[in-house]
């Protein structure tokens, strides 16, 4: 069994007046992809961003290695945790490269400036990720795909062992998916990176995560492996629409659909 | 755009500020009367030197200061505000700076201790500003422009009832604060301000790597290991204490804080830590360049008049502005 | 000769103007028309002047009717006046307007230059009928500037710059009552040939000119601000006159800010 990389602890979530996350308690195990699922507005983003140390908890905690996130100075927390948001403001268009070197923001000094190891390590990073031939372009004439895998790339230049990606197929087609997705799984099957990242796509969700956490409602439905997680019962009440799932005969994955 | 180095910083950095003290020599040479400036000093004529002495130099020495503000808070606004028309004479900091060294110099505080009342004033202004127009962790862009209009407004109508009850000389000299002027000041006058404006040039350039992480959103600044709320505070102090410095000195200056940013960054590319001390040699230099023509433009004429540096640098910055809007394609 | 000539004047001052009539309640638009009210002898009837009438000192306590540009038309009518004494600038056209509305008596006298005052005078005294009195106070007038002008005749035409405001720099300029009163006083005015009446002087132009006389007129204290510039001759010999600028309005008392200017730039 892997050792807990990240703890949920009694985690309650409200904004304003309603809660949003009401008494969630699971672990998140090293060296594991976890996909958190569930409805719109069922609270995954804010559960993610909980789990990065963005959002501070109502009551409850999320622990690593057995210290509240909320304790931990911010760019100590930054080295162990990257976080890869949905999408991201670009009011100045900084180019590829100076947008991963960004990632280097917990190791450099007070004036900001990247040792040779940052810049190594930079490159390293989107060579990893297939951005450095596009290291002199701005952020602004890159496609979709392109521009998640810059960000991707900084997340690894944080150095981080936990990477969380929040919705990291939103907006591109399958082929650019299916490219961001497999570079997720061989970070984590080569470096032994933790990846939780919420999806809207259960049948990705299956193919790529190694258990998946059901949300409605703020409340944990199920989790678990995602044969035993995705049945019929469980997501046509999740996601409150009659669901067909049916099982690849070679791999024994599940793949769902709605039923008309 | 290559990413920056120490090597382009110094570079960069070094390069602007020789441009502009070869500006700042120019400037001296061009006026009313030229200098025999490669005489030796003592060879000059005693009308020389107070020209050069009493009256040019410390004028372009306040234009330079003056600039180096104004151009630095411009590009931190920006890009904290994440808003390419944001600058300390539109959102209305400027104008609370106005309002303060109105007041102080109405309650008749000595003059080291109007900065730090314009200082107040300008700060109160920005956070109003900035309060109204955060939603959510998110800053609307028309809602920030809009309150800026709003408090300009707001504060004008201060500036002008205290103008109503000021004598007539007094009211005079507030109309000049309103269009800006670098008229005569004395050196310890200007030294005080320009330490002020220094130590917030330093402020802001160290704060350069914090900003180029904010303008990703505060949500990516937080995740990359910086803490958002201390560094815009920072931000807002160090911009806020170098507009309320020279403002009870040059008034209301427009423009330069406006397109100076776009100037700098066209220059030296997005980064802040260099684009905030770039901005503040170019701003330096523009404006030694305005008030220079505001010296001289009409004062050989007939009308044998000076015209209000504020009216040339948004004669020369609106139609720059419209320009560059118009090339870019977008704010 | 002069005699026949000046009941000439008259006599079509009186034909010109509305027929002469006494004026009980006069309101005073500037502190020269309240200062040559006074001095027309007509100092009971104003029954209201501006926040700036100061001279003579009876004008303090007269009502005001607010200050230079911001003169209350409420305030004025509420006082029921027959007769509103203005010299035209910006706001006066709308007032005068409103007052003539309600039937008040307007008169709109300018004053740019010494001869302005003058006419500003006659002009004042045939609408109230008292232009005997202008007479006597014009020819007082001139016979106290003729003196003055001897007692200067012959002395060097020194350059001169009268500040109105030292910072920014503003002067005195040529076609200015101020102007006139530097030429009466044997003194040759740097900003005279500014074509405007009060030009933002530069301060380079001044040094360049090298004046040996200033009049400073800016009523805040001047601290070190002229030593800063020890080349101007003006500073180099200590020809640097501070006045107050109470005396300088152009009205009645012209002759005394003449002997002023005369005293404080020619006597020494």
Redesign the interface.
Known sequence: MNPSCLSVQNLRFRYVRDDVLNDLAFDVRSGEILALLGPNASGKTTLL?NM???LHPSSGRVLMNGIDLTDRP??????A???V?QS????????A???V???R??Y?G?????SAEDRAKTREAMERTDTWILR?R?LSELSGGERQRVILARALA?EAKLLLLDEPTSHLDVRYQKEILDLCASLNAERGLTVVMTLHDLNLAALYAHRLLLLKEGKVVRLGFPAETLTEETISEVFSVPMKVVKDEKSGLPSSFPIR | MKSLTIKKWLATNVLLVVLAVLVAFAASLVGEKSLPFFTRWSAWSPEDKDIFWASRLPRVLLAAVTGMALGSSGTAFQGLLQNALADPYILGVSSGAALGSILGYALGLPFAGIPFFAFAASLAAMLLVYRTAMRGGQIAPHTLLLTGVILNAFLFAFILILNGLASFEQAQKIIFLLIGNLETETYGRIGLVAGIVAAGLIVLTAEGHALNLLTSGPETARSLGIDPNRHRKRVFFAASLMVGAVVPLAGLVGFIGLFVPHIARWVTGPDHRLSIPAAAWIGATLLIVCDTLARTLLVSSAFQTELPVGAVTALVGAPFFLLLMKKRGRS | MRRAFRLAVVALCLFFSAPAFSYERIVSFRPNVTEILFALGLGSKVVGVTSFCRYPPEAEKIEKIGGYFNRSLEKTLSLKPDLVVMVPDATTPKVEAALRRSKIEVVVVKADTVSDVETAVRTIAAKAGVSDKAEALIQNMHLRREALLKSVDGLPKKKALMVIQRRPLIAAGGGTFLDDLLKDAGLQNIAGSSSLPYPHFSLETVIAKAPEVIIDLDPSDAGDYWSRYPSLPAVKNGAVAKLSPDLFVPGPRIPDALQALIDATRAR
Do not use: C, N, Y
């Not at chain 1, 911010?74 to 080295?79: C, G, I, M, P």
């Not at chain 1, 991201?88 to 180019?95: G, K, P, R």
């Not at chain 1, 007070?110 to 990247?114: A, D, K």
């Open positions: 961003k990065a140390g963005l911010h760019r100590e927390r930054a080295r945790i990257a976080f948001p991201e403001d670009t009011f100045l268009d900084f180019s490269e100076q947008t070197l960004m990632g923001a917990p450099v007070t004036w900001g400036f990247e002199e701005g944080q």
